[in-house]
């Protein structure tokens, strides 16, 4: 599989008219190929945020924009 045509599989699967079983079903099945070419959550370096993280991010951001005001 393709790296245009698995992406594509991937952000079109949840819009489909499928049975949730078959849905589950393909995403395992897309999601191995994801995981095989590196794409996305499984690309190298991937970090996956914590809600900490995004928190502290928030905090920060707003502190700066304050700090422009």
Request: no cysteine; proline share 4%; net charge negative.
């Amino acid at each position: 599989m393709d790296l245009p045509h698995l992406r594509n599989a991937l952000v079109r699967l949840p819009q489909s008219k499928i049975p949730q079983k078959y849905k589950d079903q393909a995403r395992e099945h897309l999601e191995k190929h994801a995981k095989a070419l590196k794409i996305g959550e499984y690309r190298e370096g991937a970090e996956q945020l914590t809600e900490e993280t995004i928190e502290y991010i928030l905090i920060d951001h707003e502190e700066r924009i304050s700090e422009l005001e």
